[in-house]
């Protein structure tokens, strides 16, 4: 199938996005004998156990740090500890360490130039241009760290701030859009009178020929159905018919289901220079990226509404000039050349004052709507985050060797992982069979044979090997005594 349209290729990520007890329950109804779904059950449960185990320590390690650069109390436990600089850069560095470990484990990844000039390459909801205010945004902080933990294909503000995303979603907007239409007429009106008298050669330079083409993607269905592929759907590609013109028409745009931003401010009198900002987004549209851009600038008029501004007076100079010269003028062709000029400039402006209205509009949603934590909320989320995929994937892999009864390899134990989220979930993922694999064998749940494929043990002796976790004793206690589960 090919496509001539405005469309974003997107990555299948490594999230299973199906709840834990979903899978729990539907593997379980899968198992013919009920003494297996209850030995399953129970090998489920001490499964999370002791992953949640592992990872406590850890997170404990990374909360307790994140405590010393809150923003909120994080100066104030800095000064009782009485800490030398030294002592807070290392500690700051461990803290910066855990946190991209945990990003990694959370399947979040850091937004690079190309992701961020193919989002920003389009406009949705935001109107204007939207930049950070580089004056208050510290850049040691990031400078440091990444001197000693140096990573390919970083963005070009990686000194200033860290912009991570996961997954993809879709947005849609169903309206007349009739200002929007009308803004579309007038700007084709005017890119083809200035074509037609050559200043968006001079304004705007020659346009590169690779810009404007079409690109032609040829689109396997298997990877549209999987939804790997996006149209974008805007008003200014839009095809103005009277229809479209006359009706409520539906726009789209790919969103990043879930971003996160860390950054520091620069330090003054209210602000101190070791506070670390943690925010969590979610449903983003790619093309409103900079609404969640730390420390923005006030916006204001765009190149392009300079240019109509100064375009059009120049116009209107010209043509009262070339009429006054005239030896009979018509006062009455002059003051209405004037006054279209003079109406053109005040629409673009209104529309400025438009644009600002509905930019404001989407910062009060992104704080209301669109932000799910910050600081402490965040980290909390994201330990949880990698706790329940590191669940999800061992119990999916287990599952998967048990009923194969015969060795598999890792490949095919991938695939096998992927076809079954697919046809008892309906979810298309990419399934990390390494990791799984490796917490596997951490449980002594599998052994490798000279090929390299793996095989399970069975349930029960699965479940002995575990062997009865801390959480249960705690349970059997709380029930006042009795045999574990």
């Given at each position: 199938?090919?496509?001539?349209?405005?469309?974003?290729?997107?990555?299948?990520?490594?999230?299973?996005?199906?709840?834990?007890?979903?899978?729990?329950?539907?593997?379980?109804?899968?198992l013919?004998?009920?003494?297996?779904?209850?030995?399953?059950?129970?090998?489920?449960?001490?499964?999370?156990?002791?992953?949640?185990?592992?990872?406590?320590?850890?997170?404990?390690?990374?909360?307790?740090?994140?405590?010393?650069?809150?923003?909120?109390?994080?100066?104030?436990?800095?000064?009782?500890?009485?800490?030398?600089?030294?002592?807070?850069?290392?500690?700051?560095?461990?803290?910066?360490?855990?946190?991209?470990?945990?990003?990694?484990?959370?399947?979040?990844?850091?937004?690079t130039?190309?992701?961020?000039?193919?989002?920003?390459?389009?406009?949705?909801?935001?109107?204007?241009?939207i930049?950070?205010?580089?004056?208050?945004?510290?850049?040691?902080?990031?400078?440091r760290?990444?001197?000693?933990?140096?990573?390919?294909?970083l963005?070009?503000?990686?000194?200033?701030?860290?912009?991570?995303?996961?997954?993809?979603?879709?947005?849609?907007?169903?309206?007349?859009?009739?200002?929007?239409?009308?803004?579309?007429?007038?700007?084709?009106?005017?890119?083809?009178?200035?074509?037609?008298?050559?200043?968006?050669?001079?304004?705007?330079g020659?346009?590169?020929?690779?810009?404007?083409?079409?690109?032609?993607?040829k689109?396997?269905?298997?990877?549209?159905?999987?939804?790997?592929?996006?149209?974008?759907?805007?008003?200014?590609?839009?095809?103005?018919?009277?229809?479209n013109?006359?009706?409520?028409?539906?726009?789209?745009?790919?969103?990043?289901?879930?971003?996160?931003?860390?950054?520091?401010?620069?330090?003054?009198?209210?602000?101190?220079?070791?506070?670390?900002?943690?925010?969590?987004?979610?449903?983003?549209?790619?093309?409103?990226?900079?609404?969640?851009?730390?420390?923005?600038?006030?916006?204001?008029l765009?190149?392009?509404?300079?240019?109509?501004?100064?375009?059009?007076?120049?116009?209107?100079?010209?043509?009262?000039?070339?009429?006054?010269?005239?030896?009979?003028?018509?006062?009455?062709?002059?003051?209405?050349?004037?006054?279209?000029?003079?109406?053109?400039?005040?629409?673009?402006?209104?529309?400025?004052?438009?644009?600002?209205i509905?930019?404001?509009n989407?910062?009060?949603?992104?704080?209301?709507?669109?932000?799910?934590?910050?600081?402490?909320?965040?980290?909390?989320?994201?330990?949880?985050?990698?706790?329940?995929?590191?669940?999800?994937?061992?119990?999916?892999?287990?599952?998967?060797?048990?009923?194969?009864?015969?060795?598999?390899?890792?490949?095919?134990?991938?695939?096998?992982?992927?076809?079954?989220?697919?046809?008892?979930?309906?979810?298309?993922?990419?399934?990390?069979?390494d990791?799984?694999?490796?917490?596997?064998?951490k449980?002594?749940?599998?052994?490798?044979?000279?090929?390299?494929?793996?095989?399970?043990?069975?349930?029960?002796?699965?479940?002995?090997?575990?062997?009865?976790?801390?959480?249960?004793?705690?349970?059997?206690?709380?029930?006042?005594?009795?045999?574990?589960?």
């Open positions: 199938m090919v496509k001539k349209k405005d469309i974003i290729r997107l990555e299948r990520e490594s999230v299973i996005p199906i709840v834990k007890q979903k899978i729990i329950t539907t593997l379980a109804e899968l013919e004998h009920k003494s297996d779904r209850s030995e399953f059950l129970k090998l489920c449960q001490r499964i999370e156990y002791t992953i949640r185990a592992w990872y406590v320590l850890q997170f404990e390690d990374l909360m307790q740090l994140y405590s010393l650069f809150d923003p909120i109390h994080g100066a104030q436990k800095l000064e009782q500890q009485n800490l030398s600089s030294e002592e807070i850069d290392t500690l700051e560095h461990n803290f910066l360490t855990y946190l991209f470990q945990v990003m990694d484990k959370s399947n979040f990844k850091i937004t130039d190309d992701e961020i000039d193919i989002a920003l390459s389009a406009q949705y909801r935001l109107n204007l241009p930049v950070v205010d580089e004056s208050k945004v510290d850049k040691r902080l990031f400078e760290y990444f001197e000693k933990h140096s990573r390919d294909n963005p070009h503000f990686a000194d200033k701030y860290i912009i991570f995303r996961r997954g993809f979603g879709i947005d849609h907007m169903t309206a007349f859009f009739v200002n929007a239409k009308v803004n579309t007429i007038i700007a084709r009106v005017w890119r083809c009178f200035m074509t037609m008298t050559g200043l968006r050669r001079i304004f705007l020659k346009r590169k020929q690779d810009a404007v083409q079409q690109i032609e993607l689109i396997d269905d298997a990877d549209h159905q999987a939804g790997l592929y996006v149209e974008r759907i805007r008003i200014e590609k839009l095809k103005l018919s009277i229809s013109l006359v009706s409520r028409i539906t726009i789209q745009e790919p969103t990043f289901d879930r971003i996160i931003v860390v950054y520091r401010r620069t330090a003054d009198k209210k602000e101190s220079e070791r506070n670390i900002y943690v925010k969590h987004f979610k449903n983003i549209p790619m093309a409103d990226l900079e609404i969640v851009l730390p420390e923005k600038k006030n916006p204001g765009t190149p392009m509404d300079w240019v109509k501004f100064l375009v059009s007076a120049a116009i209107g100079l010209v043509t009262v000039i070339s009429s006054l010269s005239i030896p009979k003028a018509n006062i009455k062709v002059i003051f209405g050349i004037l006054t279209a000029v003079v109406g053109y400039c005040v629409k673009t402006y209104f529309s400025f004052q438009k644009n600002l509905n930019y404001q989407l910062i009060t949603q992104s704080v209301y709507n669109k932000q799910l934590d910050s600081g402490r909320g965040t980290l909390l989320h994201l330990c949880d985050e990698v706790i329940q995929q590191e669940i999800k994937e061992v119990i999916v892999s287990f599952f998967v060797l048990m009923r194969q009864q015969k060795a598999v390899s890792k490949e095919n134990l991938d695939l096998l992982c992927e076809e079954l989220i697919k046809q008892k979930f309906g979810e298309n993922c990419n399934f990390d069979v990791d799984a694999v490796q917490k596997l064998d449980l002594g749940l599998v052994s490798q044979d000279n090929t390299g494929a793996y095989t399970c043990i069975n349930l029960k002796d699965a479940n002995k090997i575990i062997g009865i976790t801390t959480e249960e004793l705690v349970l059997k206690a709380r029930d006042g005594g009795g045999s574990p589960p």
